[in-house]
């Protein structure tokens, strides 16, 4: 099989979900934004937004109030997560960056879902960690949480796609293997 250093990366990348407590370093952390800004976007607006926070305590006021979005939600699952108090929607991840946009053109979320990949792929080549994180996605219109994103730097005016958790990963948790499922590619010749 045909390879390369940027097929490999793809190939060998993983999402963790267990980080030690080393943080990413300024330099490399700088390298994995600017590689965000390097993905491919609709028009080439540009519309979107990088919100990087590496301070433990405001990275867990981010966490509780959208715990707290949880607990008052419909869902029993999420509201089993909101009383859950080891519940932590980054993995105690030592940096998470929030990925918005403005939300009036349609390709909005996919412009964050392409720079997203490009800070899994930069992370990756650094030896760092990534997994998407939904969470503050999916509470960004609750008022506590985006009270808390507001204040944190994110525009008013957009809404978060996604979120990156940023580190390096716990060398006592395996990594799962890769599997390919079969019948999902086709191939029209």
């Keep these: 099989m045909k390879t390369n250093e940027v097929l490999e990366n793809i190939r060998t990348r993983r999402s963790i979900r267990a980080y030690t407590s080393q943080p990413v370093a300024e330099e490399d952390l700088q390298l994995i934004l600017e590689a ?3 993905a491919p976007n609709g028009m080439h607006y540009e519309t979107w937004h990088f919100t990087a926070i590496q301070d433990a305590e405001k990275l867990k006021e981010l966490n509780r109030r959208i715990k707290g979005a949880f607990a008052r939600s419909d869902d029993p699952r999420l509201q089993e997560r909101g009383h859950n108090e080891n519940y932590c929607c980054y993995y105690h991840a030592p ?15 996919m412009d964050c879902a392409c720079a997203i990949e490009n800070m899994f792929l930069a992370a990756h080549s650094l030896g760092i960690g990534s997994c998407w994180i939904n969470q503050p996605g999916s509470t960004c219109d609750d008022y506590e949480v985006r009270e808390l994103l507001t204040a ?5 005016h957009h809404r978060v796609y996604g979120c990156v958790a940023l580190g390096y990963a716990d060398p006592l ?3 799962k293997e890769k599997v390919v499922k079969a019948g999902c590619i086709t191939m029209v010749r």
């Design 173 to 175: 948790v395996p990594l």
């Design 95 to 109: 940096a998470l960056v929030i990925v918005s946009n403005e939300p009036v053109q349609w390709w909005a979320s």
């Design 152 to 156: 944190l730097g994110v525009p008013t």
């Design 36 to 38: 965000a800004t390097y």
